[in-house]
Structures are given as C-alpha cells and as structure tokens.
C-alpha cells in the first residue's frame, strides 16, 4: 500500500512570511493527525481530524496555524505569519480509527524560518 | 497534559554492547507504542503493548509493560549500527490520546 506522502520535503522563508504543507493519508485511514518535531525531541501534536471533523487542536496556536481536512481525504496545515520558533520539521501521520491504531507517518517538512 | 519521560536522553556504545531505554509517566497508559525514527523520516512503529508485564520480542530487541502500566522499557541486546535512531515511546491514555515521549537518540559506533 502507498504510504503517507507530505510535500514539499524541505521549506525556508523569512519570518512573517506564510508557508503550507499539504498531506494525503494513507487510503481509508479515517484519522489524521499533524504534528511538530523540533530537532532531536518527540513529536507534538498539533491538531487531530476524525474524517474531516476536527476532535483535538487544543495545542494548535490558532493565531497563526490553521489546518483543514476537506472531504476527509487529504490535508493543509497553513503558518502565517511564521515566527523563528516555527522551525522544525513537520509530521503528518495517518491510522485506521482513533485510539490505540498504529500511526502511519510521512517523511516530513523541514521548515527553516529565518 | 501527560508527560512521558524517556531516558536516557542521548546515548553511545559500541557494537555489540547491549542497552535499555525507559520511558516513564505518572498516569496510567492504557497501551504503549515504541516507534523508531532514522534522519530524514518518519516515525516507524516497532510494537505494541497493552497488558501490564507483558514482554513482546522482535529480534534483538525485547519490550516490557510496567506491572502497573506507568512504564515500558526497551532493551537491545548485541547492538548493530542498524539501531541507530531515535527511539519514541508513545502513551495512549484513558482520553484515548497518544502523547510522545521526549526520545533517546541512540548512536551505535561500528
């Protein structure tokens, strides 16, 4: 089966800029996740969809990030403006339901913010 | 929020030496995964565990569910450079959460 694909891999912009990253989850998976990873640290998650419902963005700094899962198939998670701290690289991951189902994880987007 | 503390935080060894890596919390998991993650990509999931002692093996590396299910630990035996990575324990809790651990960074020197 075709994995979880993210695009683009690698991303640099100057803070105050807007930045998107795009994620298409593996076929059938119901739940989509996106997460941040700052070098060398676990995972944080940012935002949480079951379908394309939303059920947890309570780490998600809605000032500046907003994500959308139309149609409960692919993704968008958008930064704007970007800030320094943004930097990091960025994770979607995908799993058959909610719960204790194994994640199915992209290879990321490092994004550099300078 | 629950945190998971994984320690070590980095760690070293030659080939062939064995290890353990703890993954620690003061909430209760409902089950825990370990995922391992090489440069460059994603998070790849190595097991589950779900019933407190239980032990799973996958090779060289055998896991272990905390009696009262506020632990895991894994354990590598005769390490190869293949094992380098980034190890990740993730917790799911009562809310039906998954919350990552801090990590280890494991290097092993050929």
């Known amino acids: 089966e075709a994995g979880v694909a993210q695009s683009p891999r690698y991303k640099i912009i100057e803070k105050r800029q807007s930045v998107a990253f795009w994620c298409n989850p593996i076929?059938?998976?119901?739940?989509l996740y996106w997460y941040q990873q700052i070098l060398g640290q676990g995972p944080k998650l940012l935002i949480q969809?079951?379908?394309?419902?939303?059920?947890?963005d309570s780490q998600l700094p809605k000032d500046r990030f907003s994500a959308e899962r139309l149609k409960g198939v692919d993704s968008t998670l958008k930064i704007q403006p970007a800030k320094l701290e943004d930097s990091a690289v960025y994770l979607c991951?995908?799993?058959?339901?909610?719960?204790?189902?194994?994640?199915?994880f992209g290879n990321g987007t490092r994004l550099t913010v300078t | 929020t629950q945190l998971l503390e994984q320690s070590p935080q980095f760690l070293s060894i030659q080939e062939g030496e064995n290890l353990t890596v703890y993954c620690n919390s003061s909430?209760?998991?409902?089950?825990l995964q370990w995922y391992r993650q090489e440069p460059g990509e994603g998070p790849v999931l190595l097991v589950t565990?779900?019933?407190?002692?239980e032990v799973k093996k996958l090779k060289r590396l055998t896991f272990q569910f905390g009696d009262a299910r506020k632990d895991s630990s894994l354990h590598i035996t005769a390490a190869q450079p293949g094992d380098t990575g980034l190890y990740l324990c993730?917790?799911?809790?009562?809310?039906?959460?998954?919350?990552f651990g801090t990590g280890t960074r494991l290097t092993i020197i050929p």
């Open positions: 991951a995908s799993s058959w339901r909610q719960g204790g189902s194994p994640l199915h």
């Open positions: 969809f079951q379908n394309n419902g939303v059920v947890d």
């Open positions: 909430s209760v998991f409902s089950s």
């Open positions: 076929s059938g998976h119901a739940t």
């Open positions: 565990v779900v019933t407190g002692g």
């Open positions: 993730a917790g799911l809790f009562g809310n039906e959460k998954l919350t």
